[in-house]
């Protein structure tokens, strides 16, 4: 199973600060997640989206750990967190990577907050905005691509182009500019 990951490198506070463990941050950073996508998702895709983080070692991502977490030590300090994305799993990656990137923008202080209670900071660099635009058509959400639409929402699917009507292509011509995505049509 191949997988990529973007993530945010950690130093410890010192000056006598403890360091939780990486158990503690990385669920501690999960939690926050999930929190922010019930927050901001509506409720048709947020499950959905919950289930991407909360579906164990089948999860389409993980936090912290690629792979099975029972085979980790995670007593040792955090060095990063890392958000790995399975790339063999067959759902939504564009559109689960696009949600959390607006999601820890948007809990960036909060998350930092969080992690100086458990003795750590953010070094370097911090997670970028998402340059993936959607369309969403009836229930469901679309990522367009040079070819058609990958159908992100409620299920994987493809669509050509030349299958799409004309309705559904000024929707792609119209997320060129700006995503329509539920979170981003709201800003």
Known sequence: MGGS???VSL????????TAPRSEVYDATRALLVKTWRAKLPKKYRDA????????????????????????????PAEDVAFWFYDSVDWPLALCEHWLR??????????????????YAIKGKYIGA?????????????????DGIFWQLPEDDFTDYEECDAKTMKLVAAAKKKCACPWCAKK
Do not use: C, Y
């Open 5 to 7: 990951a973007i993530g």
């Open 130 to 146: 998402s340059d993936d635009h959607f369309i969403v058509a009836g229930d469901r959400i679309g990522h367009p691509d040079d």
């Open 49 to 76: 989206a919950i289930e991407w983080v909360d579906n164990g070692s089948d999860s389409l991502m993980t936090v912290g750990v690629f792979g099975d977490r029972d085979t980790q030590d995670l007593t040792q």
């Open 11 to 18: 130093r410890a506070l010192g000056k006598g600060k403890p």
């Open 102 to 119: 607006l999601a820890m923008i948007d809990v960036r202080k909060d998350w930092e907050k969080e992690l100086a209670k458990l003795g």
